[in-house]
T-cell receptor, first 114, second 116 residues
């Protein structure tokens, strides 16, 4: 079985401060990990993914995420948050030895205040 | 522009009525998916299709039906058997749906379905 946990329903930061959105996963094999962002009444936009190789993955809009196998985590980070980063963020996982399914976390709402 | 087009954006269903949500993609992707999104629950997979004329049930297929007659199209019908259909529905696609693939799934803009 595979699953994702996003332990924080909400994250609030001031503009210009670092932003971190936490994600932990559970798979029986090795994971493929993804981050998506969703703005109100919109679809999900792909930010970045970890497949293999370098544990630090860089993605769109200045976001990056670090894969930590020992802690089974894939936290999303941005060094300096913008008000426009306010949105709903989803972490997702697929087990390399599993089937087609991509399992999503419940989402974390990020609010960046000016 | 290449992408995934869902229509309509907003749809209202009366009790006992079937409704169909449209999804079209021009990305030449083999696999297509339908997800349901409810507040606080993330996304749940309804159906997926790897190839034309073939589709598989996801985690919450009861009360839904799909067809895949063309590579570009994957319509979802919400039947009267779905007792709680009010939700945001997201169509998605990817190059292939192999289990050992890190291919990215891309999403459409979604459709709101409300029961009235």
């Amino acid at each position: 079985a595979q699953s994702v946990a996003q332990p924080e329903d909400q994250v609030n930061v001031a503009e210009g401060n670092p932003l971190t959105v936490k994600c932990t996963y559970s798979v029986s094999g090795n994971p493929y990990l993804f981050w998506y962002v969703q703005y109100p009444n919109r679809g999900l936009q792909f930010l970045l993914k970890y497949i293999t190789g370098d544990n630090l993955v860089k993605g769109s809009y200045g976001f990056e995420a670090e894969f930590n196998k020992s802690q089974t985590s894939f936290h999303l980070k941005k060094p300096s948050a913008l008000v426009s980063d306010s949105a709903l963020y989803f972490c997702a996982v697929r087990d390399i030895r599993g089937d087609y399914k991509l399992s999503f976390g419940a989402g974390t709402t990020v609010t960046v205040r000016a | 522009d290449g992408g995934i087009t869902q229509s309509p954006k907003y749809l209202f269903r009366k009790e006992g009525q079937n409704v169909t949500l449209s999804c079209e993609q021009n990305l030449n992707h083999d696999a297509m998916y339908w997800y349901r999104q409810d507040p606080g629950q993330g996304l749940r997979l309804i159906y997926y299709s790897q190839i034309v004329n073939d589709f598989q049930k996801g985690d919450i297929a009861e009360g839904y039906s799909v067809s895949r007659e063309k590579k570009e199209s994957f319509p979802l019908t919400v039947t009267s058997a779905q007792k709680n259909p009010t939700a945001f529905y997201l169509c998605a696609s990817s190059i292939v749906a192999r289990a050992n693939s890190g291919n990215t799934i891309y999403f459409g803009e979604g459709s709101w379905l409300t029961v009235v």
